[in-house]
């Protein structure tokens, strides 16, 4: 979508605000309803909720593919951003539900990771090809008949699956929805009011006192959306969090990349894209093999590990320069970035929903998408203002862009290096159980 913007504001004849809700109107509704649409996939079936979700969100593909104004995308792009609320949890509550504890599971919530960060990751790539070929309505027609095949097989293959005896907690659900959406509201006002707007501050505060009184609405219900004593789990708590400051630095990570090759280094959309496929497939390498390495080192240690090697990368990225080569300032790091986010987020997914009761899964996975989302919507409203204020004032060149993103990236790496603290003091450690001899 960010590689086809400039062509759907020529075409619709867009203002920048406008444009601009194109990308939030998706992130608002994807963010704000994905908690409830966790819990809805334990009350009303997991196999229900993936097709209802992916039903919307093809069909929402449809009407935005076809827009012949700016107000039909927009609106398009928030029933997207519903149906991939609704989605979303329910495939890693599908495949967490189908395969066994153990190293099974874990290999498939790696295969679950890869695809999801190289889909993401090959946004940019996939969006230059259909713009440059086709034309920006491709980039959500595309959707359409994956869409259509994906529930075709989804409705032959997959098992429903739903916790039993169980209520929607309403007044919960309207809360959590609402202060959800009203703070990611505000996380994307600052793209243009700044952080210190009332525009900003007023759905912040709001969307936050919505959940103080979600929290304190859920103490006193005797059937909860979300019960609070998930969170004294702390496999859960721990987890949740690094998965948040994770997806702060990489959302960012692929925000900043594409921006410098195209302003610095001049390259086209569908360049800056193709020079990111390395990086995406860092991320793919390091799902997969994640697995594998929980077995020999535990899902803590590889979860920190992953979380330093990203470090470790960023901290290498920050050192761009204006004349950068490929080899060293994208690919090197690039590579280093990701192939750490892929082996850190794995295991911390895998520690978020290994201890969820049957009951409560489609909730924790609710959770671990929800972190990522919030994480990373925080994260690049975080990095956008820090680049902005480290930014020199415009010259002949781009080189001026330079000391902001280098910036941008040096957070990252203090945030990256706060969630591999938490995790060493937060998350548990395994219990080695000495065999007795007989």
Sequence with gaps: ??????SMKADLDLSTPGLQWVLNAYAIAFAGFMLLGGRAADLYGRKTMFLAGL????AASVVGGLAPEGAHLIGARAAQGLGAAALSPATLTLVTSAVPAGAARSRAIGTWTAVGAAGGAAGGFVGGLLVDLLNWR????????????????AALWLREGRAAGRRLDLPGAVLVTAGLATFAYGIVQTE?????????????????????????V???????????????????????????????????????????????LGYTPLQAGLALVPSSLAVLVGSKAAPRLMAVTGARTLAITGVLAAAAGFAW???LTADGTFLTIILGPGILMMGGIGLATTPLATLATSSAAPGDAGLVSGLVNTSRTMGGALGLALLTTVAAATTLSPGPDPSHLVPGYAMAFRVSTGILLTAAALMTLWLPRPVHRTARKG
Excluded: D, H
Excluded at 138 to 153: I, K, R, T, Y
């Design 1 to 6: 979508m960010n590689v086809a913007l400039p």
């Design 55 to 58: 039903g919307l969100f093809t």
């Design 138 to 153: 491709w980039v959500l027609l595309v959707n359409v008949p994956v869409g259509v095949l994906v529930l075709a097989a």
């Design 192 to 216: 243009t009011a700044g952080w210190t707007s009332p525009a900003t501050l007023l759905p912040l505060l709001g969307g936050l006192a919505l959940l103080a009184v979600f929290v304190a």
């Design 218 to 264: 859920e103490r006193r219900t005797k059937e909860p959306l979300v019960p609070l004593g998930i969170f004294r789990n702390r496999a859960v708590s721990a987890a949740n969090t690094g998965i948040m400051l994770c997806g702060a630095s990489s959302f960012g990570m692929w925000f900043f990349m594409t921006v410098y090759a195209q302003n610095v």
């Design 317 to 319: 990225q920050s050192t």
